[in-house]
């Protein structure tokens, strides 16, 4: 039963998604803006680097800011020097603690295990309008074996 209601919730949200991409202009033009506004904004592309281009960043940041979004044990466990710690789940309200709302052009890196979490947090910080957001695309521990910084 919870398959087949899954199932429902699943088909009906993907045709309101193809009735915003495919739809006619009539029908466009009833959906409420700030639902176009969402689905226009989660189909931006998020801008990602490897970890040759993160590694020239780490050692010289310049204004980037960079966040490592894994969770606080794994931050506490190692972590490339110069990044500050805010998880995932909670970027859209702890950013502020270190960018104002008049910095949204700030360059902002975010890593974490392998670059799924970065992705998630870019597009999250997109969404609020940031708007030089990177995520690192790589695998953290690839990143300590090649000789890279990484403190504990």
């Not at 639902?35 to 904004?41: D, L, R």
């Not at 050692?59 to 966040?67: C, E, K, M, Q, T």
């Amino acid at each position: 039963m919870k398959i087949m209601s899954l199932l429902a919730a699943f088909s009906v949200t993907a045709l309101f998604g193809a009735s915003l991409t495919f739809s006619s202009p009539a029908i466009a033009q009833s959906v409420s803006p700030s639902v176009k506004q969402n689905v226009e904004s989660a189909q931006k592309p998020v801008k990602t680097i490897d970890m040759e281009e993160y590694r020239k960043i780490v050692d010289h940041p310049g204004a980037a800011l960079i966040v490592d979004v894994r969770e606080p044990q794994e931050y506490a466990a190692g972590h490339v020097p110069g990044a500050i710690n805010i998880p995932r789940g909670v970027i859209d309200s702890k950013i502020w603690n270190y960018l104002q709302k008049t910095d949204m052009e700030h360059p902002i890196v975010l890593q974490c295990q392998s670059g799924r979490r970065a992705t998630l947090a870019a597009q999250t910080l997109g969404e609020l309008g940031f708007t030089q957001t990177s995520a690192v695309i790589m695998n953290l521990d690839e990143w300590k074996t090649s000789g890279n910084p990484f403190v504990k």
